[in-house]
C-alpha cells in the first residue's frame, strides 16, 4: 500500500520505487484509490505481477 508519504508512510520517490520493482521483473497492472464512505483516500494500492520461474 503506498500512501502520499509513502509506504508506511514514509516519503519516499513513487517513480524510483516502480522502477526499481520494474527491474526485478514487477509489472504494475492497476493503481487504484480506495474511497471510503464520503470522504477521499489519499492512499493508493498497487497490484504487481510477476513471471514465476
Do not use: C, H, Q, Y
Not at 27 to 47: C, I, K, N, Q, Y
Amino acid at each position: 500500500m503506498f500512501d502520499k508519504n509513502g509506504i508506511l508512510k514514509t516519503k519516499f520517490d513513487l517513480d524510483g520505487k516502480l522502477n526499481e520493482l520494474g527491474k526485478e521483473d514487477w509489472e504494475l497492472v492497476a493503481m487504484v484509490t480506495p474511497v471510503s464512505g464520503w470522504a477521499m483516500s489519499v492512499e493508493l494500492f498497487a497490484t504487481f505481477k510477476r513471471k514465476i520461474e
